[in-house]
């Protein structure tokens, strides 16, 4: 693995290496120390394109458990405003001896295009509607610590899924461990196709024995464009503790964050024992730490 874009031509057992080395670092983390040196001498540059709170702080976390050094970058306060591009602004960086660059970008492709652009490692933050890889990674391994295995489980994913990158990665990267995955959401938020998943503007039947729930946000400007209407999708497509029921006893449910309560998802529910938002958050610095090892260090280790 030179770079981590998306999961197309991944397999399971790279996959599981990955995760395998993500239990290690959060074993790391649970030490009063929580450091080790294991990318010291190594840069690290969130380079965001566009905003973000949990991804960059994760990011930024497990780069310096591992004693790299690490760049932020913010757009709002770099020469992009004076009309410089993406690519002088990487190159610029690339200069300056950076060594992996984690990049979030509105448009689709721009990780893809980096990783042509600059020397170093590229992992993907989030680009557009069409990857967030590492959430994935997160999302699978949060689910693996609480079921034991993804193989014959059935996960369901629920809203706004045409404009989803993480929904997408999701369905890239959960069928490689052996899960069944059923999108569901209004019919205007569906994509006509989604290889790796059965789609259904039916929310019952994407809950019917679900091992797990991933709820997504329902992002404004949807509503704005006149998609959706908020009430019609409460009334329809929030996921409560009644239509919850349909799913097995226990079923888990998951968000990526962040989450518009009462919305997309009843908020007792957030906040209940079946709930694994804060345990996504939490595990999401232990697999960034182990994507970082292994992107810079694993095949020379």
Known sequence: MRHLLDFQGWTRGQVENILDTARVMAEVLERPVKKVPALQGFTVATVFFEPSTRTRISFELAARRMSADVVSFAAQTSSLQKGESYKDTLLTLEAMGIDAYII????????????????????????????????????????????????????????DILHSRVARSNVELLPLLGAEVWVAGPPTLLPQSLPGARLTPHLDEALAEADAVMVLRLQKERMEAGLIHLQDYIAHYQV????????????????????NRDIELEGTLADSERSLVNRQVRNGVAVRMAVLYHLLVGKEG
Request: glycine fraction near 12%; charged fraction near 25%.
């Open 104 to 159: 979030r970008a509105d448009s689709a492709g721009v990780p893809h295009q980096a990783a042509r652009w600059v020397k170093g490692v590229v992992v993907n933050g989030g680009d557009g509607r069409r990857a967030h890889p590492t959430q994935a990674l997160l999302d699978a391994y949060t689910l693996l610590e609480a079921l034991g295995t993804l193989e014959g489980r059935k996960i369901a994913i629920v809203g």
């Open 240 to 259: 409560t503790e009644k239509r919850l029921r349909k799913a097995k006893p226990h079923a888990l449910l998951l968000h990526p964050g962040p989450m």
